[in-house]
């Protein structure tokens, strides 16, 4: 079964960095495009789009985060990694890996459960 692990996470002061990575266990036979999403809070929950990456090496970045936070990845470690500078209040939130991956059920997209980023002021 192909499973997306995350990890890092937790609370932090305003200012401060942290970086997630997320690794894909099980077998896969490649990856197009993956990334982080961070679960909006309050009424109007959504997922906003924090960065992606894709496998030639281009990256996407939410308007919010562009010039802060750097995603990478390592394709031969099954890895993504998620750098994050002069974090904000704003940026807290629950962050979850997602990836385009192809399994034994074919091309489709999998999820990681989610690690919660707390900033505080």
């Known amino acids: 079964q192909v499973q997306l692990v995350e990890s890092g996470g937790g609370l932090v002061q305003a200012g401060a960095s942290m970086s997630l990575s997320c690794t894909v266990s099980?077998?896969?036979?490649?990856?197009?495009?993956m990334g982080w999403y961070r679960k909006t809070s309050g009424p109007g929950t959504q997922l906003e789009l924090v960065a992606t990456i894709y496998q030639i090496g281009t990256a996407n970045y939410g308007p919010r985060f562009e010039g802060r936070f750097t995603v990478s990845r390592d394709s031969a470690k099954k890895t993504v990694t998620l750098q994050m500078n002069n974090l904000k209040p704003e940026d807290t939130g629950v962050y979850y890996c997602?990836?385009?991956?192809?399994?034994?059920?074919?091309?489709?997209?999998?999820w990681g459960p989610g690690t919660q980023v707390t900033v505080s002021s």
């Open positions: 099980g077998v896969i036979y490649g990856t197009r495009d």
């Open positions: 997602a990836g385009t991956l192809n399994t034994d059920r074919g091309w489709s997209t999998h």
